[in-house]
Each structure stands twice: as structure tokens, then as C-alpha cells.
């Protein structure tokens, strides 16, 4: 298991490729992948999930 601590986040990727980010040791995503990650491959889960938040509450606050 590839397990990363990153800007306050634990990103890990278990040996079946499920990708789980942690915040405070909650799970805030997780998701299916068909590929073996690197360290910069699980940052940029971590930015792509950001940014989909941010997006997320965007459109929250719109409504």
C-alpha cells in the first residue's frame, strides 16, 4: 500500500488500486482505479478532489 501525507491529507492507494484521502481520520473520497499510482500520481487525486470541492460548494452557494 502507497500511503503519502500531503498538504494536511493522507492519500493511500490499496493493493486492489481503491484510492482513499483522509482528513482528520475521516474518509472524505474514495474511489475505484484501474492503475498503480506514484507519489505524484496520489498528489494529483489530492488537487483534482480540491478543486472539485471548491467547485462543489460554488454551486451550493449559487443555489
Request: proline share 0%.
Amino acid at each position: 500500500m502507497l500511503k503519502i501525507n500531503y498538504k494536511g491529507y493522507e492519500i493511500s492507494q490499496a493493493n486492489n488500486n481503491h484510492i482513499m484521502i483522509c482528513k482528520d481520520n475521516q474518509v472524505v473520497f474514495h474511489s475505484q482505479s484501474n492503475i498503480k499510482l506514484n507519489r505524484d500520481g496520489l498528489k494529483n487525486v489530492l488537487e483534482y478532489y480540491l478543486k472539485l470541492n471548491d467547485l462543489l460548494k460554488k454551486v451550493e452557494s449559487d443555489e
